[in-house]
Antibody
Framework: QVQVVQSGAEVKKPGASVKVSCKASGYSFTYYGISWLRQAPGQGLEWMGWISTYSGHTMFAQSLQGRITLTTDTSTNTAYMELRSLRSDDTAVYYC??????????????????WGQGSLVTVSS | EIVLTQSPGTLSLSPGERATLSCRASQSVISSDLAWYQQKFGQAPRLLIYGASSRATGIPDRFSGSGSGTDFTLTISRLEPEDCAVYYCQQYGNSPLTFGGGTKVEIK
């Protein structure tokens, strides 16, 4: 069965970086891209970016351009999200999810059929 | 950017009742590329419906989706206590993909 397991909670100071991992199993890793989303406390869902696990090509939300890096390690079926220059409003639960493309994968539109359990990132001085 | 407006904000119903959740788009969603997710308290979202009306793997048939263009509906035919959750719609027909603000379903 498909499983997606993320790394644990992190506490970071403003200006620092965080790197969250996401290990997938139960399917062919390179057949589906991985997206990252986040949810601030009591708020809705925000899409952050997507990476092709086949080619490494990435797409990002405009609001995060320049602060986010997505990578994968196909030898361990693991995806990584790094967010830099953290601010207090980056405090959120971060999710990775298997992404199915709505048409062209490089047009930035996907839906998400399997999700990790979430990783709480707290940014506080 | 397509704005998705979900209504009502909160729905309070008894077990066995029918729940009707609305998701209205600010412009037409291409190819009915609309999904619905269920998020229980403290859990990750779970995909219920994609393509406006196709149930995801393992989703009970009491959940159904319908609609096209700008108006979409998620129906839960007979509410069960475990359906207590926030439900989100998401469009993936137009970039950037966007989510609605959610409808909270409470079970009396």
């Amino acid at each position: 069965q498909v499983q997606v397991v993320q790394s644990g909670a992190e506490v970071k100071k403003p200006g620092a970086s965080v790197k969250v991992s996401c290990k997938a199993s139960g399917y062919s890793f390179t057949y589906y891209g991985i997206s990252w989303l986040r949810q601030a406390p009591g708020q809705g869902l925000e899409w952050m970016g997507w990476i092709s696990t086949y080619s490494g090509h990435t797409m990002f939300a405009q609001s995060l351009q320049g602060r986010i890096t997505l990578t994968t390690d196909t030898s361990t079926n693991t995806a990584y999200m790094e967010l830099r220059s953290l601010r207090s409003d980056d405090t959120a639960v971060y999710y990775c999810a298997r992404a199915t493309c709505g048409g062209d994968c490089y047009s930035g539109v996907y839906f998400f059929d399997y999700w990790g359990q979430g990783s709480l990132v707290t940014v506080s001085s | 950017e397509i704005v998705l407006t979900q209504s009502p904000g909160t729905l309070s119903l008894s077990p066995g009742e029918r729940a009707t959740l609305s998701c209205r788009a600010s412009q037409s969603v291409i190819s009915s590329d609309l999904a619905w997710y269920q998020q229980k308290f403290g859990q990750a979202p779970r995909l219920l419906i994609y393509g406006a009306s196709s149930r995801a793997t393992g989703i009970p048939d009491r959940f159904s989706g319908s609609g096209s263009g700008t108006d979409f509906t998620l129906t839960i035919s007979r509410l069960e206590p475990e359906d207590c959750a926030v439900y989100y719609c998401q469009q993936y027909g137009n970039s950037p993909l966007t989510f609605g603000g959610g409808t909270k379903v409470e079970i009396k």
